[in-house]
């Protein structure tokens, strides 16, 4: 029980912010909606396409990546972080009607 507190009071105190440097991809997309790029579009780092293509199966294609929109992303959402939800994998956070979603480079 204790322990649960001090975790609040630290998240409360230290909001979250994302570290472009450990972030292979985003996802921009409507909120609610599947994840698999159908309700919105999933932005890779070029630095990293080689790993993003092997994780995923198939090639990451050069459209599909760009390191402004990441970095534009990445900081749409920085703005917002109090309201950044953090998981082992990913960051996501919901604005209005979209979601956001900056997956770690694990
Ligand atoms: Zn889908």
Redesign the pocket.
Known sequence: MEENMLTVTQNDLEPIKIDITKIIQVYSGIDGA??????GKHTYMKSLQAKASKERGYPVTDDECSERTVKMIVNKMNKNSEKIEEEVDFYSLVLGTRLYVAYKNL
Request: proline letters at 0%.
């Open positions: 599947c994840c698999c790029g159908c309700s």
